[in-house]
Nanobody
């Protein structure tokens, strides 16, 4: 079993910053990718940022230049540094990870895991 535990959400004024963390634990062989998605009320869940093995990152256009995703492989933890926050960033943020679990079997694809979500609210 694998668990993703998020932390760092909260209430912040527009222009402020928050840092989200997502720690993966359990029967992990290797983590292929980690990312953050968000879902605002009445809207579909959307990709915010993602980082894959080797450190390659991609971002939603709406957060480029403001958000930075990083990963500490030794701790199986991903971070999302969010700066210059805007009211439209308000959403529940979910951590996602593609993980090869133990025991590792050749040919078995990576499994997709989600965190419980953390609320980010940006006031104007």
């Amino acid at each position: 079993q694998v668990q993703l535990v998020e932390s760092g959400g909260g209430l912040v004024q527009a222009g402020g910053s928050l840092r989200l963390s997502c720690a993966a634990s359990g029967s992990i062989f290797s983590i292929i990718a980690m990312g953050w998605y968000r879902q605002a009320p009445g809207k579909q869940r959307e990709l915010v940022a993602r980082i894959i093995s080797g450190g390659i990152t991609n971002y939603a256009d709406s957060v480029k230049g403001r958000f930075t995703i990083s990963r500490d492989s030794a701790k199986n933890t991903a971070y999302l540094q969010m700066n210059s926050l805007k009211p439209e960033d308000t959403a529940v943020y979910y951590c996602n990870a593609a993980i090869f679990t133990l025991p590792r079997r050749a040919g078995t694809p990576a499994s997709d895991y989600w965190g419980q979500g953390t609320q980010v609210t940006v006031s104007s």
